[in-house]
């Protein structure tokens, strides 16, 4: 229910991340270029910090609701072993199976109603049954190659920030906890990713990283935001921050929920 540039928003890879120490340097000048950088580190530190989240959930907080309108806890998850399906047939080459019908609110929405009928630890492990297959085949393809996708092929490499950056979103919908050095070097990417996908998308966004603030130009005026509020803007989820004030700013802004 993110905004992406491709349909669905599933874009991911390679084999079952191995456990290890996590480090978190300041990104480079050449980490924050997209089609450079390797985008299987961030899409796994997701992956592990939702899965850990997950499974310390109780019967309770699956219920609850997030922060993605109308979805609890659970159809998140519901919601992300629809990405999966989407991945599985471009892998597969069955694109043509899938039901577009509604277009991607009609696909995004039946893939979380088919699984309402289903428990927390149901739906728990189709997600990562779906996600683990499918980040083992690209795996094997690896980060410079390219994969079948509804508008044709396309750089793993970028799928895999699209679909990092979906987990990031969905993670904060659910309130997935993170160190304050996760954060910063995980706002840095998405800012610098945000932007990269918003020009591919068509987006107008008149926007430039300086050092831990974003500047945004809009409608002749100035704004300079920190990141955590200008990925709200960019991603439409002002209710995502905690703060009232740049809430009602994102709004202002444009963003809607």
């Known amino acids: 229910m ?5 349909w669905p928003q599933s874009k991911v890879l390679a084999t079952h991340p191995h456990r290890q120490k996590e480090r978190h340097p300041t990104p480079s000048a ?14 796994d530190r997701e992956i592990r910090r939702l899965r850990t989240h997950l499974h310390n959930l109780d019967e309770s907080d699956w219920s609850a609701s997030s922060h993605c309108r109308g979805w609890s806890v659970k159809d998140i998850v519901a919601h992300l072993s629809t990405d999966e399906v ?3 047939a471009c892998l597969e080459e069955t694109l043509d199976r899938l039901p577009y019908g509604g277009g991607l609110n009609g ?3 039946r893939g979380v109603q088919v699984r309402r009928e289903l428990s927390p630890l149901e739906t728990l492990q189709e997600w990562e049954a779906r996600q683990e297959r499918v980040r ?3 795996g094997k ?10 508008v044709g092929r396309y750089p793993l490499r970028l799928q895999v920030w699209h679909l990092a950056r979906e987990y990031a979103i969905h993670a904060d919908d659910i309130e997935v906890p993170m160190s304050d050095a996760e954060r910063r070097a995980q706002l840095r990417w998405r800012v610098a990713f945000g932007l990269f996908a918003a020009r591919e998308e068509g987006d107008e966004i008149d926007a430039r990283l300086e050092g831990d603030r974003v500047r945004l130009r809009q409608n002749r005026r100035e704004h300079e935001l920190d990141q955590e509020t200008f990925i709200a ?5 002002p209710q995502q921050l905690r703060d009232a004030t740049k809430r009602q700013l ?7 929920g």
Do not use: D, E, H, M
């Open 2 to 6: 993110s905004r992406s540039p491709r």
């Open 30 to 43: 050449n980490a924050l270029n997209p089609k450079r950088a390797n985008p299987f580190p961030a899409y």
């Open 86 to 88: 989407y991945n599985q």
């Open 107 to 109: 696909w995004n929405a």
């Open 136 to 138: 083992r085949a690209w």
């Open 141 to 150: 393809i690896g980060v410079s190659g390219t994969i079948p996708t509804s």
């Open 233 to 237: 803007f960019l991603t439409n989820r």
């Open 250 to 256: 994102v709004k202002q802004l444009g963003a809607t």
